[in-house]
Every structure is written in C-alpha cells, then in structure tokens.
C-alpha cells in the first residue's frame, strides 16, 4: 500500500491501534441505533395501516402529507391529488425521500455513518481499512453538496407536520396532542440547528453591526447548532415514539387518554 495509512514517511505500524480503551464501543452503538430506526421506518411506512386515528385528528409524521386517494377519510389534510397507490408505495413517499437526503447530508449524521459503518476513521488514532481518501468529490459522496437544498424541503415538511399538530388540536385535547407536539418542537429544534440555517441566518456578512435582526437569529441558531448532534439523535426517538403512539391508540391497542 502507498497510501493511506500506508504511504511513505508514515510510521511503519502494523497494528491498527495502540490504544486499549474499548474505542469500537462508541461506533458500534452508532451502528445499532442507526440500524434499528432505519428498520422500524421502514416497516411502518410500508405497513399502510394504523397511521391515522379519525376520533381525535391524529396523524403519523410516517405518512405526512397524505396525498392520493388510499389515504384513510379525513387523513388527507390537503386533499388528494394523487390516484391509489399500489402497496409498494408508501403513502408517504412525497416526503419520505426528501427527509432521508436531509438526514443523510446532515453534517452530524455524515461524521456518524462516515466513522461507524464506512469507518473513515472509526476513532481517533486507529487505522481505517481504506487506502485511499477522495472525500466528497466523487458519487455517491459528492451528493453530500445538496444538503442546502435539502434543508429548504425539510422546513416545509417541518410545516407540514406543525399543520397536522394544529388540526389535531381541533379535536379536543389528549395525550396524543402532547407527543405530537414535543415532536414538532423537536423537529423544528433540529431542522433550524442546521448548519445551513445558520448559513442563511448570518453567512455573507461581514458587519453584524449593519445586520442586527440577522445577528440575532444567527445567534439564535448557533445556540441550537451547538446542540446539532443530541438535537439529531432526539429526533429519532420522537419520531419513532409519535409513530408508536398513533398506532397503538389507531390499533386499537390503548385508549387515549383525554384531558377535553
């Protein structure tokens, strides 16, 4: 190997690393959640039931916006411009694709994926197995670029998810209108932690001084934006806890508990 970790002038080791910590724990658990969340996803928003509980206006994040005409009555909260959808569609597929580029182009998620399953490095002072570095520059990684215009997407769907959480409201007041709101906080959380927002908010400038209604949300931001990282692991649990919680009570399998 003349590259890499190999290339000439390095220091001839042949071991991956000195170190004895148990430095593979942090990248495995990344792994692990990773893993479980991009499988229960993918199970619900191709399960095209129990999305949708008509009694109390609660919607699935999983299946927002409903748009074609299988969406259950009432779930299509801005109507249904689309035709049925065979089964291997998931209702949600106008959103889904977008949300997964944001989080995928997420500069967290990057380092996430980037040290636990590409392993480029796994930890700080051991050898990653590759022996050549092209960063961002080459497919599929040069897609990295469009995280911007990802961000765009996701505060629309962002919106999309607060209307769906508003409309609920319209029907009385449970628990389910708590867990859906905590979640559209959250959401709104991460999605202007970004650190394209903090771009937009305060890039370009060179005097804060002639800016400060920019200054302050660019203060704002980068307050969040040092949260990225919880902000980016938290969002998937509620996201996965709203879905539990609309399916169990859609299911049939709890009841709501309701304050009005």
């Known amino acids: 190997m003349t590259s890499g970790v190999g290339a000439p002038g390095r220091a001839t080791i042949t071991a991956r690393t000195l170190r004895t910590d148990r430095w593979w724990v942090p990248p495995l658990l990344t792994n692990l959640g990773l893993l479980a969340f991009v499988a229960y996803a993918t199970v619900r928003s191709f399960m095209g039931k129990w999305y949708w509980v008509g009694e109390h206006g609660y919607l699935t994040p999983f299946y927002s916006p409903c748009l074609s005409e299988s969406c259950l009555p009432g779930s299509a909260h801005f109507g249904t411009p689309l035709p049925e959808l065979p089964g291997w569609i998931p209702l949600g597929f106008v959103a889904l694709p977008f949300l997964l580029g ?148 859609a299911s049939g399998a709890i009841d709501d508990l309701r304050i009005t």
């Open 102 to 249: 944001f989080r995928l182009t997420c500069y967290y998620y990057r380092k996430a994926y980037y040290r636990s399953v590409w392993q480029s490095p796994p930890a700080c002072a051991v050898a990653e197995p590759h022996g050549s570095y092209s960063g961002e520059t080459r497919l599929p990684l040069v897609v990295q670029n469009a995280h911007r215009y990802f961000f765009y997407v996701a505060v629309l769907v962002s919106l999309v998810n607060t209307y769906d959480a508003v409309v609920a409201l319209t029907y009385g007041v449970g628990l389910g209108n708590v867990v859906l709101l905590v979640n559209v906080v959250m959401l709104w959380a991460y999605t202007l932690s970004c650190h394209s927002c903090r771009h937009i908010t305060g890039g370009r400038l060179k005097h804060f001084s002639r800016h400060p209604v920019r200054y302050r949300l660019w203060t704002f931001v980068s307050r969040l934006n040092a949260r990225h990282m919880q902000l980016a692991w938290t969002t998937l649990g509620t996201l996965v806890l709203t879905d539990l919680y609309v399916m169990l009570v």
